[in-house]
C-alpha cells in the first residue's frame, strides 16, 4: 500500500517482506524512515487522514486494524467485532468516516467513525474478495476492486445503489483509485495499471512491465487532499495529550495508545493501575480494569509485540514495564516494551514447547517449563538472556504451569503426565525438591501464588 500527505510532504508506504512502514520526502525520496516496525506480518492497507494527522493501516495476517500519528505515534489497535482479514482502505476525513474491505470467510465492506466506533456494514451480497477500495469525495461514491471476482464495483457511501461497473476487462485487480471521473487499477495477470474513463472510454493499459507485479497505487493530486479544514482536532490537537480523532457531528474524542488509559478529565492519557493481559495465538490483548470494580472492563486492545505465531505463556515486570513471550512455534523467549519495541532474546532453540512462563521479579531471572513430546524440563535464564542452566530435568513427563515465590526462594510447576500428574515445589537454585499435591489430581493447568496471604490457586 502507498500513500502521501501533501502538508507534509511525504510519502509512506506498507513493505510486507520487510513487515514495516516507511516513509520518505515527495520531491527527493530523501529522508526515508521507519514509521511502523514492530508487530507487523502483512500490512497490505493504509490510509491517511490528512485534517486530523493519523494514519491508519490493516493487516490481514494478524486480523488487526491499527491507528498512529504521522510520526507513528500512539499506535493503538481497534478491538472490531467480525474482523478477519482487513485489506483495503480509505479516509473520509471531511465527514470523519473510514472505510475498508474485508476478504475473511465472510467478506464485506464497512464504515466506522475515525475513532474506531460505531461500525456499519455496507456490503456483504456478492463479494468474495474484496481487495482494495477507493472514495470520491465529491460524488460521494465508492469503488472497489474484486480479485476473485475480477470485477470493480460502485456503491454510495451509504451502501446504497450498489452496481458492476465492469468485468470484461479485469482479470486480477489488486489495488484501485480515482481521479476526475478516471479510475486507475493494478491488475496482477497483466502486470499492470490500467486506465479507464468511466463510463464512456475504453479500459487500457497506461503502465505496463514484463516481470514484475504492480500492487498499490495512488493518485497524488494537492486537489484530493483540500487544505485548511477544521476539526475538533486541528487546533493543538484538540487537547488530547495523545490521539485525536474527529467525529461526524464536528466535535472530538481523545484516545490512547495501547497500554495507556484515559482520564475523567477526557484528554489526559496515563497508564493504568490495573490491567489484564490475555495470550491469544499471535497477539496479546491489553484489558484495562477499573480499579475500583476489577471485574468491569474499561477498555481492550492488542498490544504490537513483536512478531509471534505462537503465544501460549508470558509474564510481566511491573517494575521494567515489560512483558516476557514464549513464542511456541518460533522456539524462542524474548522480552518487549509495552509498545512493541525494545525486543530483547533471552533464550532461543532447544524450545520445543514452552508451556509455562514465570519471572523471578527481584532478580529478573526468567523460569519456563519445556513440556514437549521429546523434552520435559524445567530452565532458567538470567534477565540478560547471558546465562541459561537447567533446573529440572529429570521424572518430569508434562511440565505445564510454572509460577515462582522470590520472597522464599521457590519455584512451583504443574505436570500432568498420566503417571506424574500433581503439583511440585523446589528451589530456585533446583534443590529440596518436594511434591506438594499428588492425589485427586490428573490435568493441572493454570497455577498462581499469593505470596502476600500464602495460597496457591491452580485450574485442573
Known amino acids: 500500500a502507498v500513500v502521501s500527505t501533501q502538508s507534509t510532504g511525504k510519502y509512506y508506504w506498507t513493505d510486507v517482506k520487510e513487515n514495516k512502514i516507511y516513509r520518505c520526502d515527495m520531491n527527493n525520496g530523501e529522508n526515508k524512515e521507519v514509521v511502523v516496525e514492530n508487530g507487523l506480518v502483512t500490512p497490505d492497507g493504509m490510509a491517511v487522514d490528512w485534517v486530523n494527522r493519523n494514519l491508519y493501516w490493516s493487516d490481514s495476517y494478524t486480523s488487526r486494524f491499527e491507528v498512529a500519528t504521522l510520526e507513528g505515534k500512539y499506535r493503538r489497535s481497534f478491538y472490531i467485532d467480525r474482523l478477519s482479514k482487513p485489506r483495503g482502505i480509505c479516509v473520509d476525513p471531511i465527514n470523519s468516516y473510514i472505510y475498508w474491505a474485508d476478504w475473511g470467510t465472510f467478506p464485506f465492506i464497512a464504515k466506522m467513525e475515525l475513532d474506531g466506533t460505531n461500525m456499519q456494514v455496507l456490503a456483504q451480497q456478492g463479494l468474495a474478495w474484496p481487495n482494495s477500495l ?53 491488475d496482477w495477470y497483466k502486470k499492470s495499471v490500467m486506465s479507464w474513463e468511466y463510463p464512456d472510454g475504453t479500459p487500457e493499459m497506461f503502465l505496463t512491465t514484463e516481470d514484475e507485479l504492480q500492487h498499490g497505487i495512488k493518485v497524488v493530486h494537492t486537489s484530493r487532499q483540500p487544505q485548511g479544514l477544521d476539526s475538533g482536532c486541528t487546533f493543538e490537537n484538540g487537547g488530547c ?90 522456539h524462542q523467549i524474548a522480552s518487549y516494551n509495552l509498545d512493541g519495541t525494545g525486543k530483547q532474546i533471552l533464550a532461543e532453540g532447544d524450545l520445543e514447547s514452552v508451556d509455562g512462563l514465570a519471572v523471578d521479579w527481584i532478580s529478573g531471572n526468567v523460569f519456563w517449563t519445556n513440556g514437549g513430546e521429546t523434552i520435559g524440563k524445567i530452565e532458567v535464564v538470567d534477565s540478560g538472556g547471558t ?32 503417571n506424574n500428574a500433581g503439583i511440585e515445589r523446589i528451589n530456585m537454585d533446583g534443590t529440596e525438591r518436594e511434591r506438594l499435591i499428588t492425589e485427586d489430581i490428573v490435568w493441572p493447568n493454570g497455577l498462581v501464588l499469593d505470596t502476600i496471604i500464602r495460597m496457591m490457586y491452580w485450574t485442573e
Open 241 to 330: 495529550s495523545q490521539l485525536c480523532f474527529a467525529k461526524p457531528d464536528k466535535s472530538r474524542v481523545c484516545s490512547c495508545t495501547s497500554h495507556f488509559v484515559l482520564l475523567d478529565d477526557g484528554v489526559t492519557c496515563v497508564e493504568p493501575d490495573h490491567r489484564l493481559l490475555v495470550a491469544r495465538g499471535q497477539e496479546l490483548l491489553h484489558v484495562v480494569l477499573d480499579p475500583v470494580n476489577v471485574t468491569n472492563v474499561l477498555s481492550q486492545t492488542v498490544l504490537p509485540v513483536g512478531n509471534i505465531t505462537g503465544i501460549v505463556a508470558f509474564d510481566y515486570i511491573i517494575s521494567q514495564k515489560r512483558v516476557i513471550v514464549g513464542d511456541t512455534y518460533n
Open 387 to 418: 546465562a541459561r542452566r537447567i533446573v529440572v530435568q529429570e521424572n518430569l513427563e508434562k511440565p505445564r504451569a510454572i509460577a515462582v515465590d522470590p520472597t522464599f526462594g521457590h519455584v512451583y510447576w504443574t505436570d500432568w503426565g498420566s
Open 134 to 186: 477507493s472514495i470520491n469525495l465529491e460524488t460521494g461514491k465508492l469503488i472497489w476492486v474484486d480479485a476473485s471476482r475480477d470485477l470493480i464495483g460502485m456503491m454510495n457511501v451509504d451502501g446504497g445503489d450498489m452496481q458492476i461497473l465492469s468485468s470484461s476487462h479485469v482479470e486480477h485487480p489488486f489495488s484501485i483509485d480515482q481521479y476526475l471521473g478516471t479510475i486507475f487499477w493494478s
